[in-house]
Nanobody, 121 residues
Framework: QVQLVESGGGLVQAGGSLRLSCAAS????????MGWYRQAAQAAGKQREL??????????YYADSVKGRFTISRDNAKNTVYLQMNSLKPEDTAVYYC????????????WGRGTQVTVSS
């Protein structure tokens, strides 16, 4: 059974940094693209916003809103994907979700429970 567990969220001031981690169960991790999505409280009920994707080969995609500030990476030996978030802005405040099997066009079927990131101004 697939399990994705996010960690690393918290409260940070604008301009600060956080590093999110997502640990995945199973031996299939290295074969799948991974992604990070987010959902702000004011967007509850709406589609989650794609933040970044990393393919099984390590190529990346970023939403325009985070380009140059966020970096996605993966460690296949640890079955873990990371999201380094720098120069955080209040509008980055959201629950961040890890996703397995992500494509730019659509998420994969497996989600973590999310980790809250709050950026104060």
């Amino acid at each position: 059974q697939v399990q994705l567990v996010e960690s690393g969220g918290g409260l940070v001031q604008a301009g600060g940094s956080l590093r999110l981690s997502c640990a995945a169960s199973g031996s299939f991790f290295g074969l799948n693209a991974m992604g990070w999505y987010r959902q702000a409280a004011q967007a509850a009920g709406k589609q989650r916003e794609l933040v970044a994707v990393i393919s099984s080969s390590g190529s990346n995609y970023y939403a325009d809103s985070v380009k140059g500030r966020f970096t996605i990476s993966r460690d296949n030996a640890k079955n873990t994907v990371y999201l380094q978030m720098n120069s955080l802005k209040p509008e980055d405040t959201a629950v961040y979700y890890c996703n397995l099997g992500t494509r730019v066009q659509a998420p994969g079927n497996y989600w973590g429970r999310g980790t809250q990131v709050t950026v104060s101004s």
